[in-house]
């Protein structure tokens, strides 16, 4: 299954990069909340259901851009969960901090992780609880956090926050590092950083793929207020936006 997976996420990411290499006018709309939205969000939406369906017709899948009309049922014990595009604010800045993020969830758990770069052709996935990395020349290599004594706190490059900045105040040897997307948790999943703190509005599909990764390679994801992990139950949610998390090696 994951090897199918990992080749839709490739596929979407290619039609993704054709609409950025463009010199095209690229369509921008906004959703409920102000964030983006492109013709590319919707271009690599389409690749990944339509494939989703025909290879597994009776998962359902919940995905970013259905969220203005989201249609799911809070008694899902499986099912897909993908954001076509993540970090739409970096695909538009032309910076490559851009993926497509696709999770199998069971039980409120993501079993399943994929994780592509398209810009940076770099693909990250979590399979029978093992993370693996597939670098731009094709090299497969299993991925593990990483304990350093100067830990280095990876930040969204898009979203500031007074609540960050509190956080970050009383400690003392640390560095930054600023990203955008998902590559946030593959980035601890394979121990180029310690922690990701992160403040603010997320919702489900940010972050199932990235937590699969870093669970895999040895890592956690938790609340920042309860300390306990991080979960995808529809049943026990108001809304499918996230709490505030750590991501942890």
């Known amino acids: 299954m994951f090897k199918e ?8 990411g290619n039609a ?8 095209k006018i690229i369509n ?51 099912y897909w969960l993908v954001d076509p595009l993540d970090g739409t604010k970096e695909f538009l800045k032309k910076n490559g901090e851009f993926t497509v993020n696709i999770s199998l969830i069971e039980h409120g758990i993501p079993i399943i992780g994929v994780v592509y770069a398209p810009y940076f052709n770099v693909l990250y996935y979590a399979f029978e609880k093992k993370s693996w990395k597939i670098n731009k020349i094709g090299e497969k290599k299993q991925i593990f956090v990483n304990q350093t004594n100067i830990p280095k706190y990876i930040i969204s490059r898009s979203h500031p926050n007074k609540k960050l900045h509190d956080f970050l105040k009383n400690k003392k040897k640390y560095t930054i590092k600023k990203l955008g997307s998902s590559l946030k948790f593959c980035y601890v999943a394979e121990g180029k950083a310690q922690i990701y703190p992160r403040f603010g509005k997320t919702h489900i599909w940010d972050t199932a793929a990235g937590h699969a990764i870093v669970t895999g390679a040895g890592g956690k994801v938790i609340t920042y207020s309860e300390r306990k992990n991080l979960n995808y139950f529809l049943s026990s949610k108001v809304s499918l936006i996230n709490p505030d998390f750590l991501v942890l090696s």
Do not use: F, G, M
Request: net charge negative.
């Open 5 to 12: 997976i990992c080749k839709i996420a490739k596929d979407a």
């Open 16 to 23: 993704i990069i054709q609409v950025y290499i463009s010199n």
């Open 28 to 78: 921008i709309s906004y959703k409920n909340d102000n964030s983006p939205v492109t013709h590319a969000d919707h271009i690599a939406n389409k690749i990944i259901k339509d494939r989703l369906s025909n290879i597994y017709p009776n998962i359902p899948i919940l995905s970013e851009e259905d969220s203005n009309n989201i249609k799911y049922n809070q008694n899902w014990d499986i």
